[in-house]
């Protein structure tokens, strides 16, 4: 029903094929997995573990985009120099392994907003440290990649 009016039934968009035009992929909503069969009824509750981690590299749905496309919220810190430090805004989302030479795509969090490419300086679990010539990073951002070879 994501390309419906809710109420009228016309075909509104087709927000699958633009998500995945876009950014590479078309989730939309919540996903889990069951790992225990037992009863569910109405009001009861459901807890996540506080040990449990999101590891949505792991188990990919078939004729997904490469994770290298998806869409991540980063933190976005300018240490100096033309530097900024990328790092993840959600600890159960992490980033992907980058090597120094690399490219990050910074994506527009508004709509006609521009997009740029940044090189990867240095890598770390943490995340990037980044040259951001000509691009404006400072809080957060919606980056994907990496991508390319070092160099």
Not at 1 to 16: H, I, N, V, Y
Not at 26 to 55: H, K, M, P, Q, T
Not at 69 to 84: E, F, I, K, T, Y
Not at 110 to 138: F, N, P, Q
Request: aromatic share 6%.
């Amino acid at each position: 029903m994501t390309s419906t009016e809710p109420g009228t039934g016309k075909r509104a968009f087709d927000l699958p094929a633009i998500m995945n035009e876009t950014f590479g992929h078309n989730f939309c909503g919540v996903y889990a997995r069951v790992v225990s069969g037992g009863e569910l009824v109405s009001g009861a509750s459901i807890a996540v573990g506080s040990n449990d981690v999101l590891a949505p590299y792991d188990i990919l749905p078939e004729r997904v985009a490469a994770p290298a496309l998806w869409p991540r919220l980063v933190s976005a810190d300018p240490v100096g120099r033309g530097l900024v430090r990328l790092g993840p805004a959600n600890v159960t989302w992490p980033l992907l392994p980058a090597e120094p030479g690399q490219s990050i795509r910074v994506l527009s969090r508004t709509h006609g907003g521009s997009t740029g490419k940044v090189r990867v300086i240095e890598s770390s679990r943490d995340g990037y440290v980044c040259k951001a010539d000509g691009v404006d990073l400072e809080g957060t951002a919606l980056i994907n990649g990496p991508f390319g070879g070092n160099g």
